[in-house]
């Protein structure tokens, strides 16, 4: 809920400019959707510029069409140890191949990561790389983004967009004022209001929901990360397959917590990357497929000799990450409470 977004501020000769370029393709990929809506965000605004966006999902890109592209904006988070979404593997591995020819190609990327990985934004790191090292010309840098990320994204935004579009008269230099960052706070909140914004009979379900916040500062158009919990069934599975009572004390990363709080708090469990089962099988000295995979099967079908290894195993395991969402309230009218809608 710290997250604000300051204004990019820019000086040109004359304010009024046309598109230099018609169509740009935005390609994204995501695990929690932030990638997603950074991409729809972007082709919003490239629309008020008078220019044709096409956006697509990394995972239904034609891998053919990259060749054939002028204008490529590529919007990708990354995964556990560097990796990228699943959905868009292909893509991250086509760009890897050496025979790939990109020459007709003007591209910018835009990497999402969190810095509590060691890996940060790696996967938009590589993706970059390639496209140069395949012909591609960078027409804007690459902008990697901590979890929070919305002001440096949106002058990232901001920034492409001028370098599309020429003005009426010859433009000065653009000077932009780079946004100051707010860094990271926790706080507590507890849900007060929970809304189906879909009609009865409707398949989609989309949700108001009024957290009660009272220590929040916030600003209409901040965005608020909320950490996730396991649920209390697979935190009860869990403890009972490591050997340990729930309240023993045990060391993660940088903290000591009760097994139980750990594990419904701390530990990403669900679809694990293949490079955290590799990790896995490494400590359980196992032979196992190369696939994702969920905590709680690892330790059921492959499980740990002893609780000394499942210590040693949880070691491997990503922390939870927090997935943002756009403010939709206003302290003014809602003193004390964060809004947000989800579906």
């Known amino acids: 809920a710290d997250t604000k977004l300051i204004p990019v501020e820019a000086t040109q000769a004359n304010a009024s400019a046309v598109p230099s370029v018609q169509k740009i393709t935005i390609a994204y990929g995501t695990e929690t959707g932030n990638a997603k809506k950074?991409?729809?965000?972007l082709a919003a605004k490239a629309k008020k510029k008078g220019i044709q966006p096409k956006l697509v999902s990394l995972e239904q890109y034609k891998l053919t069409d990259l060749p054939k592209e002028e204008w490529f904006f590529t919007i990708i988070s990354t995964q556990g140890d560097g990796e990228p979404p699943a959905g868009a593997k292909?893509?991250?591995?086509?760009?890897?191949?050496?025979?790939?020819?990109?020459?007709?190609?003007?591209?910018?990327?835009?990497?999402?990561?969190?810095?509590?990985?060691?890996?940060?934004?790696?996967?938009?790191?590589?993706?970059?790389?390639?496209?140069?090292?395949?012909?591609?010309?960078?027409?804007?840098?690459?902008?990697?983004?901590?979890?929070?990320?919305?002001?440096?994204?949106?002058?990232?935004?901001?920034?492409?967009?001028?370098?599309?579009?020429?003005?009426a008269s010859a433009a000065a230099p653009v000077v932009v004022v780079p946004a100051k960052k707010t860094g990271k706070k926790t706080y507590a909140g507890t849900i007060q209001t929970k809304i189906n914004l879909n009609g009865?009979?409707?398949?989609?379900?989309?949700?108001?929901?009024?957290?009660?916040?009272?220590?929040?500062?916030?600003?209409?158009?901040?965005?608020?990360?909320?950490?996730?919990?396991?649920?209390?069934?697979?935190?009860?599975?869990?403890?009972?397959?490591?050997?340990?009572?729930?309240?023993a004390l045990v060391p993660y990363r940088n903290e000591t917590a009760p097994l139980g709080s750990l594990i419904a708090q701390k530990l990403s469990l669900v679809n694990l990357s293949e490079n955290i089962v590799k990790k896995y099988a490494a400590v359980v000295k196992q032979e196992i497929p190369a696939t994702r995979m969920d905590f709680s099967d690892l330790l059921r079908i492959y499980p740990v000799s002893n609780s000394e290894q499942f210590l040693e195993a949880i070691q491997v395991l990503d922390p939870i990450a927090p997935r943002l969402y756009s403010i939709a309230s206003s302290p003014e009218a809602h003193g004390g409470e964060v809004h947000i809608t989800l579906g």
Do not use: M
């Open 38 to 41: 950074l991409a729809s965000n």
């Open 90 to 167: 292909k893509f991250y591995d086509f760009v890897h191949q050496d025979s790939v020819t990109l020459s007709k190609l003007n591209y910018g990327v835009l990497a999402l990561g969190d810095t509590a990985y060691p890996l940060f934004c790696k996967a938009g790191e590589d993706v970059d790389t390639q496209l140069q090292k395949l012909g591609g010309k960078r027409i804007v840098p690459l902008q990697k983004l901590d979890t929070d990320y919305e002001e440096e994204a949106e002058q990232w935004i901001n920034n492409l967009l001028q370098s599309l579009t020429v003005p």
């Open 200 to 247: 009865r009979g409707s398949q989609k379900e989309t949700y108001h929901i009024e957290i009660a916040a009272e220590d929040v500062v916030f600003e209409p158009g901040d965005a608020v990360g909320i950490v996730p919990r396991n649920k209390p069934e697979l935190v009860q599975k869990i403890v009972s397959l490591s050997g340990l009572p729930e309240d």
